[in-house]
């Protein structure tokens, strides 16, 4: 079957950095995308990683190891409106998205 | 309109009835979707459409029914509601199924069946 996981949750600091991790084993494999969702709110999308290596987006990084069936989202100089879920999808060999359930991150003064 | 535009915002449908959800995008997007959202699980695929005058089914079909009859409109509906058809729905659109760009989501339907 298809699977993607993640942290349920996960509490971090304002200033600090924090890794998302997301590892997923799906039949075939075109691209990984992070979203973020603030409660109440439509998905956002963050980035999209399809070969190995980080691709940086001011202060957000996403990490691809296709091999190990790896990602990981890096969120630094947190700010307390990164409060949210992040999800972490997978497009299969069909062109389909399969999510993760997401990680609610919740940011502490 | 900018994006994509979903109604109604909530509803709350007596079981056995039926409705329809509207989504509408005003980007051109070939490529449209609707997930439901349930907590603790991640977004479920529940049929999509590549192009105008297709239609697929997702993860989670049973119950629903879909239609493209253009590239702006994809609407949604429930023959006769259930109580487990409660959730929240999103309609997503990308200009195409192989987008690097990723999906634009509509805000939300919010449905309860009672």
């Known amino acids: 079957g298809q699977n993607i996981d993640q942290p349920t949750e996960m509490t971090a600091t304002e200033g600090a950095i924090v890794q998302i991790n997301c590892t997923y084993q799906?039949?075939?494999?075109?691209?990984l995308f992070w979203y973020q969702q603030h409660a109440g709110e439509a998905p956002t999308f963050l980035s999209y990683?399809?070969l190995d290596g980080l691709e940086e987006k001011g202060r957000f990084s996403s990490f691809l190891s296709r091999s190990k069936g790896y990602s990981y989202l890096l969120l630094k100089e947190l700010q307390m409106k990164d409060s949210a879920s992040y999800l972490c999808?997978?497009?299969?060999?069909?062109?389909?998205?399969?999510w993760g359930a997401g990680t609610k991150l919740i940011i502490k003064p | 309109i900018a994006g994509i535009t979903q109604a109604p915002t909530s509803q709350i449908l007596a079981a056995g009835r039926r409705m329809t959800l509207r989504c509408t995008q005003d980007?051109?997007?070939?490529?449209m979707y609707w997930y439901r959202q349930d907590l603790g699980l991640g977004l479920r695929l529940i049929h999509y459409?590549?192009?105008?005058?297709?239609?697929g089914k997702g993860e989670v079909p049973d119950g629903y029914s879909v239609s493209r009859a253009n590239t702006d409109d994809f609407p949604l509906t429930l023959a006769s509601a259930v109580p487990s058809q409660t959730s929240v729905y999103f309609c997503?659109?990308?200009?195409?199924?192989?987008?690097?760009?990723?999906?634009?989501f509509g805000s939300g339907t919010r449905l309860t069946v009672v």
């Open positions: 999808a997978v497009r299969d060999d069909n062109y389909q998205l399969i």
């Open positions: 799906t039949s075939g494999f075109n691209g």
């Open positions: 459409s590549n192009t105008a005058g297709t239609t």
């Open positions: 990683n399809v």
């Open positions: 980007m051109r997007h070939n490529a």
């Open positions: 997503a659109s990308s200009d195409s199924a192989g987008s690097s760009y990723g999906y634009t």
